[in-house]
């Protein structure tokens, strides 16, 4: 659930967006699991000029992070990760970090079709998905019955199966 901040960075964004004739951007679940966890990750990180406006500052444990959000990794590529850092998250400084910098252009850019926003003290991050499978952030893969009994057992079992079905 979006904190009141939250909720109005992505109806700030949006009309950003829509006076651009770009469409809004969607809510998106596992999106905003990935921005809070991203910005839960930045939150004892200080708010310098090195880590704003960059696209995305290290994190050593993003596939981690991608992993507790249920992530497939492989759908991740066509998205953005968009931290800032504001002292006291100014409602009107965040947005203008967003839409008066170089992040400016990923929120120009219609492809992105989806949107997770999370924050964590002074740091608000804000995910952007596609709606390509290179940037849905679909589920992570779950494994099916033939590749947890590994396919030859498979194999086996079908033939005994069709034996005693013979017979």
């Known amino acids: 659930m979006l904190t009141d901040d939250e909720d109005n960075l992505l109806q700030g964004i949006n009309s950003f967006r829509t006076s651009l004739g770009i469409p809004v951007l969607t809510k998106h679940k596992k999106a ?8 839960e990750d930045l939150e004892n990180q200080p708010c310098t000029s090195i880590n704003i406006g ?22 991740t ?6 931290p800032v850092c504001v002292h006291d998250l100014v409602p009107t400084l965040v947005l203008t ?29 804000v995910v952007l998905t596609t709606n390509t499978a290179a ?18 057992r498979y194999v086996v079992c079908l033939l005994l199966g069709s034996l005693v079905y013979l017979v």
């Open 54 to 75: 960059v696209k995305s500052p290290p994190l050593s444990n993003f596939n981690r992070l991608v992993k507790k959000c249920d992530i497939d990794i492989n759908t």
């Open 32 to 39: 905003a699991c990935l921005a809070d966890e991203v910005a």
């Open 135 to 152: 940037g849905i952030f679909a589920s992570g893969a779950h494994q099916s019955v033939v590749s947890e009994i590994g396919w030859k």
């Open 77 to 82: 590529r066509d998205g953005v990760v968009l």
């Open 97 to 125: 970090n967003y839409t008066h910098s170089s992040y400016a252009q990923y929120l120009n850019n219609s492809k992105f079709a989806g949107a997770g926003v999370g924050s964590e003290d002074d740091w608000m991050v």
